[in-house]
């Protein structure tokens, strides 16, 4: 990916953190357009068409998650969202509003182009309908519905895979607990987490060198969970 021609909506208000944004960009070679409350966020989407977009939620004239509601209705750009770190709550509720991941605050440069990257790589791979997903040893063919590990086929049960399937299509983003609760069980009504916990807990019997410390699957906290991308 040329960086160069990749464009980054900033939708921030704090003029300190706003300062730090463009100048650590900018030295990336990310073009920056900015906006400094939602209303002129949700237009520059429409009108600027970014790569991706970094959100803050705490914005004077309307709440961050009223924005990504409405930037979801007019374009699938990827939403990063700067967010509290003791905000768990406002994690999930974004994230099922359709935001791609979230970089708490304070964040480091490191941390924070890691996940711009890894959003824009999803946004291609799934614009491009890849049928194979590997990362690492980990290798996933959708059409066949196979599953391998250092080049070993692994038997899945149907919610073990359709659980991993999700991951996979959404490799690098957070998935809530809600979100794979409704793809594995058609409902997150009534379905207690722990259900989903536990074919967690085998997915990673079954795919993990080392289970108790997962190299794919991995755990947010309160949140969900991301399946990594290795190179």
Same mark, same amino acid.
């Given at each position: ?23 650590? $960009?900018?030295?990336?070679? &990310? @073009? ?18 970014? @790569? ?20 979801? !209705? ?5 939403? $990063?969202?700067?967010?509290?770190? /003791? ?7 974004? $994230?099922?509003?359709?935001? @791609? ?16 990257? !890894? ?6 791979? =799934?614009? #491009? =309908?890849?049928? !194979? ?5 980990? /290798? ?5 519905? @196979? ?5 070993? +086929?692994?038997?899945? /049960? +149907? +919610?073990? &895979? ?27 009504? #009534?379905?207690? %987490?722990?259900?989903?916990? %536990? ?6 019997? +079954?795919?993990?060198? %080392? ?7 991995? !755990? ?6 991301? $399946? /990594?991308?290795?190179?």
């Amino acid at each position: 990916m040329n960086e160069g021609n990749v464009q980054i909506l900033l939708i921030e208000d704090d003029p300190a953190i706003l300062r730090f944004l463009r100048n650590t $960009l900018r030295v990336q070679d &990310y @073009d920056v357009v900015e906006a400094t409350n939602g209303r002129d966020g949700i237009a520059l989407v429409r009108q600027a068409k970014p @790569d991706l977009v970094i959100l803050d939620l705490g914005l004077p004239d309307m709440d961050g998650m009223e924005v990504i509601r409405e930037v979801r !209705t007019q374009s699938q750009v990827p939403i $990063l969202v700067l967010s509290s770190r /003791s905000d768990e709550h406002g994690k999930v509720t974004a $994230l099922d509003l359709g935001a @791609d991941d979230y970089v708490c605050k304070p964040f480091g440069v490191g941390e924070l182009i890691a996940r711009m990257r !890894t959003a824009l790589r999803h946004r291609l791979a =799934s614009e #491009g =309908s890849l049928p !194979t997903f590997n990362s690492g040893g980990l /290798s996933v063919d959708l059409l066949r519905r @196979d599953v391998a590990v250092d080049g070993i +086929k692994v038997k899945l /049960s +149907k +919610k073990e &895979y359709e659980i991993l399937r999700e991951l996979v299509v959404h490799a690098g983003k957070v998935i809530t607990h809600r979100h794979l609760l409704r793809v594995a069980w058609g409902t997150e009504t #009534g379905i207690d %987490v722990q259900y989903l916990r %536990v074919y967690i807990r085998q997915l990673r019997q +079954k795919i993990e060198p %080392v289970p108790a410390q997962p190299r794919y699957i991995l !755990t947010e906290p309160g949140v969900g969970y991301r $399946l /990594s991308v290795i190179d």
